[in-house]
């Protein structure tokens, strides 16, 4: 079960996991979307009166570019925790929209995690995925996800806790999304010079100017790579994202670039639950649900 806080950020650092699971004969995926993404940027310059600032109507169009991120990945099951607009977009720290009451960022914890459990004790996963405490890169909407995530691992096996949303259960791993420092230096100098739109390492002097939390490498203990077609899948999920990925930015000039090393990788870090064997060159878990009996 993969817990993204808005449409597009399924694929961006989960699309090939997600791809490959939903793929596989002996396992499921479900995806959890915290909000509609209704913050979101409108890189559609026919599509700009959907914005926050001017009609609002973007969560809803984005319902729409993540049911098509769905059919590309494969997805079968998703939800929207608490349902379709429960919960809104807050924005990026220190911005207005962090005050909406119907924010995710404003929301009771222990009301959104009940949510999150309700869903867990329906599915039953062995396994959680979601951010790290500081959300990759502090967004309000990632921070609460983590949070969620973190408490349900435990909260749904507790059975005095959201009573009447279904029998206990624990999964047996909870992992947390992980960009490598090593990952980042190699994008930085590729593409510090790059002439694309929304070029998150244009004008800076090094990777320590994004404000985005890096892993070391020898923390990152899963690394999740792609198989044919799965790549191509990540792709045609992203390019469903049409709001919010430019087909002339960064993210389309990432994947034409260096394509595989780029986007054909995804790694993670274990959070909570025991650690599978390894078989890469750092001794990496090669499958998220590695060690566990199912």
């Known amino acids: 079960m993969f817990v993204h806080a808005h449409p597009d950020d399924e694929v961006i650092s989960t699309g090939i996991a997600i791809a490959s699971y939903a793929a596989a004969p002996e396992t499921s995926v479900t995806l959890v979307t915290c909000t509609l993404g209704e913050e979101g940027e409108v890189l559609v310059p026919e599509l700009v009166n959907l914005r926050a600032d001017l009609g609002d109507q973007l969560g809803g169009y984005r319902i729409g570019e993540l049911a098509g991120s769905c059919a590309a990945l494969g ?38 995690t009940a949510e999150l459990v309700r869903i867990v004790r329906e599915i039953r996963p062995h396994v959680l995925v979601s951010y790290d405490s500081f959300g990759s890169y502090g967004h309000p909407d990632h921070i609460r996800a983590h949070e969620v995530t973190a408490r349900a691992f435990t909260d749904a096996a507790d059975p005095s806790f959201a009573p009447g949303t279904g029998a206990p259960w624990q999964p047996a791993k909870r992992y947390e999304t992980a960009m490598s420092r090593s990952q980042a230096v190699a994008g930085f100098e590729h593409f510090r010079d790059e002439a694309t739109t929304d070029n998150p390492f244009a004008g800076l002097a090094s990777v320590d100017d994004l404000p985005v939390r890096f892993v070391e490498d020898d923390a990152i203990t899963t690394e999740i790579t792609a198989a044919e077609p799965f790549l191509d899948a990540k792709i045609a999920a992203m390019r469903a994202h049409r709001t919010q990925m430019a087909v002339d930015g960064f993210f389309f000039a990432l994947a034409d670039g260096i394509g595989q090393r780029a986007w054909g990788t995804e790694l993670f870090v274990l959070a909570a639950g025991e650690r599978g064997p390894g078989a890469t060159a750092h001794g990496r878990e090669q499958d998220l649900l590695a060690g566990i009996d199912l």
């Open 75 to 112: 997805v079968t099951e998703h939800r929207f925790l608490g349902g379709p607009g429960r919960f809104r977009d807050s924005g990026m720290m220190g911005t207005p929209p962090n005050d909406h009451p119907r924010s995710l960022w404003q929301a009771d914890l222990d009301e959104a």
